[in-house]
């Protein structure tokens, strides 16, 4: 089933980037996975991950020098991928079985013997100009734009990556709840989801985030502890890639089942499933984002965190101290995909909005993306710090935010696909019902 949907992904993908070559002129596009880097006076390698520009065309994440050549009037892209002879290293990467069919495979030795295959003007897009191409060919704007533009829309073959991605991340999110339950650190907890995944670390699409506690309250708390802590609570966000795509999902836990933070895990687990609900097609992600808001602080009303109702705790700035994230994000073979805040190929940024100058997704909705939907609510020090201090400090109640402070946070995230019919596909939900 893969093999066939990769085939028709091939297929779609040529067609739209034939647009793309007629819209910029050139007769050629060169897409390189990336080359290997040294680590700094040694002779050992970081690990290698190949640009989303690549993964997006092929799954060959872990394998350096290879190149993808889109050209106009093409029914196929061409492959090209560098012989290598090495006793020292495991085999580079193949194709998956059948994935060979969609490409015209060429092995190349050197750089020059590249060089030679490659006609016409071409656009190269890479991390580094190992071609030495002209400098205005090499990731030209014009060309990324529209790539990026075009990135919204997911075939079929992606899709079922991110929905497989997801499938495999579920039960080692199981995992890692059942190693808390346990009472293991955070680094054993984030042995417990490896194992379950049946990944190494290197293979993540983005790092393991396991906060224990009061870590639950770092965004991104990747520096995971040794230590087992007595535990309250738990945030754990990780997904798994597949094919170069990605899952990105978040789950929260307490401890104690009847404690005031297991409520408002569920709560804010309900109303997740309402801002899932409230998408769709033409639906504005800033729209949402409000309305993330306004649920937070009815949240922080309904435990007695706040004095005041959701929308005037929004208006006020309170919820922006609570919950300091934008809703989601687009995702694909980027975790954050791009394209998301673009008003049309030729590379025009939609105005951000005033209020958040900084999120990832204002361009409405269109059929077949894939978008994370994940609200927050953290007590965060330092953002508590600033609110005792502001104007708005009479409408906190600081016992109760005292209350919550130990258990760090909660966010709960779910992927979406929008369907052309209009319908919503929660890849996530639909995962965790399968490991029940």
Same mark, same amino acid.
């Given at each position: ?23 910029? +002129? ?7 996975? +990336? ?47 560098? @012989? ?27 750089? %020059? ?14 991390? @580094? ?12 704007? =014009? ?65 393991? &985030? ?25 945030? &754990? ?27 408002? &895990? +569920? ?9 899932? =609900? ?15 808001? #306004?649920? =937070?602080?009815? &949240? ?5 965190? #706040? ?10 700035? #309170? ?12 995702? +694909?073979?980027?975790?954050? %995909? ?11 940024? $939609? ?35 600033? $609110? ?33 019919? %209009? ?14």
């Amino acid at each position: 089933m893969m093999a066939q949907l990769y085939k028709q992904h091939i297929a779609e993908k040529m067609t739209r980037f034939q647009g793309i070559l007629e819209a910029t +002129g050139y007769q050629a596009i060169l897409i390189g996975s +990336g080359e290997t880097k040294m680590q700094f006076q040694d002779d050992m390698a970081y690990p290698f991950i190949a640009n989303p520009y690549f993964r997006e065309w092929v799954p060959l994440a872990t394998r350096a020098g290879c190149y993808l050549q889109i050209k106009a009037g093409a029914s196929k892209p061409t492959l090209f991928l560098l @012989t290598v002879e090495d006793i020292w290293h495991t085999a580079p990467e193949s194709l998956p079985e059948g994935f060979e069919q969609a490409c015209e495979v060429v092995e190349y030795a050197t750089t %020059d013997d590249l060089k030679k295959q490659l006609d016409g003007a071409t656009a190269f897009i890479n991390e @580094t100009n190992a071609l030495a191409v002209a400098a205005e060919d090499w990731n030209s704007q =014009a060309v990324t734009d529209q790539i990026d533009y075009q990135r919204r829309g997911k075939t079929l073959y992606e899709q079922e990556c991110v929905r497989e991605a997801n499938r495999r991340a579920a039960p080692a999110h199981r995992a890692a709840q059942q190693a808390f339950l346990a009472g293991a650190s955070e680094v054993q907890i984030a042995a417990a989801y490896l194992a379950a995944c049946d990944c190494r670390e290197n293979e993540m699409p983005y790092g393991i &985030i396991a906060g224990v506690n009061e870590h639950a309250a770092v965004l991104h708390h990747h520096n995971l502890v040794k230590q087992p802590q007595t535990p309250r609570s738990f945030l &754990i966000d990780a997904g798994v890639a597949v094919n170069g795509y990605a899952s990105d999902i978040t789950r929260t836990y307490a401890f104690d089942d009847g404690s005031d933070f297991a409520a408002m &895990i +569920g709560v804010m687990d309900a109303q997740q499933l309402e801002l899932v =609900a409230a998408g769709g097609i033409g639906k504005s992600p800033v729209g949402l984002h409000v309305l993330s808001h #306004i649920k =937070a602080g009815d &949240i922080l009303r309904q435990f007695d965190v #706040i004095k005041v109702s959701g929308e005037e705790a929004f208006e006020s700035g #309170i919820t922006a101290a609570f919950y300091p994230h934008g809703l989601g994000h687009h995702l +694909g073979s980027n975790v954050h %995909d791009r394209g998301s805040n673009l008003a049309n190929a030729q590379g025009d940024v $939609l105005p951000p909005p005033e209020k958040y100058p900084k999120l990832r997704s204002s361009a409405p909705m269109v059929a077949n993306q894939i978008h994370t939907v994940e609200p927050g609510l953290y007590f965060i020090p330092a953002l508590l710090d600033k $609110l005792r201090s502001g104007d708005q400090a009479a409408n906190i109640n600081w016992s109760r935010v005292d209350d919550f402070l130990p258990y760090g946070g909660i966010r709960i995230e779910d992927n979406i696909i929008v369907h052309a019919d %209009d319908s919503l596909e929660n890849l996530t939900r639909d995962a965790f019902e399968a490991t029940n």
